[in-house]
Nanobody
Framework: QVQLVESGGGLVQAGGSLTLSCAAS????????MDWYRQTLGKPRELVAA???????NYADSVKGRFTISRDNAKNTVYLQMTSLQPEGTAVYYC??????????WGKGTLVFVSS
């Protein structure tokens, strides 16, 4: 059973930075893609950033130029560096792993609160 554990969330002032981590219980290279999603109350979960097993990245338009997704295969960890955070970035951030067999695995999320 794959387990994903997010960490690094917290309270930050507008304009500040945070780096989220997603630690997997197994080799992340076995996954086709790993993503960061976020969700606020009453809204659907939205894709923030994705990285394939070969390092190809993709970002939501709202975070391009401010967020960076990266992976460390040796540590089985995916990161999301977030800069110039704004209050609309307040959300629970989730890590997802897309396996080759089509299954998805999700972490429990980490809360990011951006104060104005």
């Amino acid at each position: 059973q794959v387990q994903l554990v997010e960490s690094g969330g917290g309270l930050v002032q507008a304009g500040g930075s945070l780096t989220l981590s997603c630690a997997a219980s197994g080799s992340i290279f076995s996954f086709n893609v790993m993503d960061w999603y976020r969700q606020t109350l009453g809204k659907p979960r939205e894709l923030v950033a994705a990285i394939t097993r070969y390092g190809i990245t993709n970002y939501a338009d709202s975070v391009k130029g401010r967020f960076t997704i990266s992976r460390d295969n040796a540590k089985n960890t995916v990161y999301l560096q977030m800069t110039s955070l704004q209050p609309e970035g307040t959300a629970v951030y989730y890590c997802r792993a897309g396996a080759r067999d089509g299954l998805d695995y999700w972490g429990k999320g980490t809360l990011v609160f951006v104060s104005s």
